[in-house]
């Protein structure tokens, strides 16, 4: 089972920026796909982004124009970076392996305004 941790999330305001990191336990060649989620009170776990083994990167609606997602491969980590956040980010958000249904622990973003 591969590891997940993520880290990065905090409190902030609205229209600052975090970076949210995810370092895998195994080598990310074993895997083509990674993603983050997020998960806000009281609502349904939702896609944010993708990112496969080539670099190319997928983006859900909610924030495709605010967030990048990258991966550095030699450290096993992919990021998050969101800009002009909101209040409606809010949520927890988590690292995913589509391919060992593998999920991290969450980290904890809160937008105030």
């Known amino acids: 089972q591969v590891q997940l941790v993520e880290s990065g999330g905090g409190s902030v305001q609205a229209g600052e920026s975090l970076r949210l990191s995810c370092v895998a336990s195994?080598?990310?060649?074993?895997?083509?796909?990674m993603a983050w989620y997020r998960q806000a009170p009281g609502k349904q776990r939702e896609p944010v982004a993708f990112?496969?083994?080539?670099?190319?990167?997928n983006y859900a609606d909610a924030m495709k124009d605010r967030i990048t997602i990258s991966k550095d491969s030699a450290k096993n980590t992919v990021y998050l970076d969101m800009v002009s956040l909101k209040p409606e980010d809010t949520a927890v958000y988590y690292c995913?392996?589509?391919?060992?249904?593998?999920w991290g622990q969450g980290t904890q973003v809160t937008v105030s305004s």
């Open positions: 995913h392996i589509p391919l060992f249904d593998s």
């Open positions: 195994e080598s990310m060649y074993k895997f083509n796909t």
């Open positions: 990112i496969g083994s080539g670099g190319g990167a």
